[in-house]
Nanobody, 124 residues
Framework: QVQLVESGGRLVQAGDSLRLSCVVSGRTSTTATMAWFRQAPGKEREFVAA????????YYADSVKGRFTISRDNAKNTVYLQMNSLKPEDTAVYYC?????????????????WGQGTQVTVSS
């Protein structure tokens, strides 16, 4: 059974940086895609960033491109989301997720495993 546990969310000011972590436990396919999604109050869950397990391919939502970076530390079984130049509109609960079949898909319905989420609040 794959389990994901996010951490790192907190209250920050606009322009600050923050790094979210997602510890992955259990067996994961080497063809899987790792991704971050977010959900703001009253809004649908939206795609943020994705990365193939090998790291050869990444994909970002236009709203975060150039500001956020998804990465992975193999030794720690941890996926990170480095967020720079944060804006109030980045405020949301952030979730990490795994799509066992890979393909850098941006729709949440393809993702098999989810963490519990971590709250990021950006004040203006």
């Amino acid at each position: 059974q794959v389990q994901l546990v996010e951490s790192g969310g907190r209250l920050v000011q606009a322009g600050d940086s923050l790094r979210l972590s997602c510890v992955v436990s259990g067996r994961t396919s080497t063809t899987a895609t790792m991704a971050w999604f977010r959900q703001a109050p009253g809004k649908e869950r939206e795609f943020v960033a994705a990365r193939t397990w090998s790291g050869r391919n990444t994909y970002y939502a236009d709203s975060v491109k150039g500001r956020f970076t998804i990465s992975r530390d193999n030794a720690k079984n941890t996926v990170y989301l480095q967020m720079n130049s944060l804006k109030p509109e980045d405020t949301a609960v952030y979730y990490c997720a795994i799509d066992s079949r890979g393909s850098l898909r941006t729709s949440s319905r393809y993702y098999d495993y989810w963490g519990q989420g971590t709250q990021v609040t950006v004040s203006s």
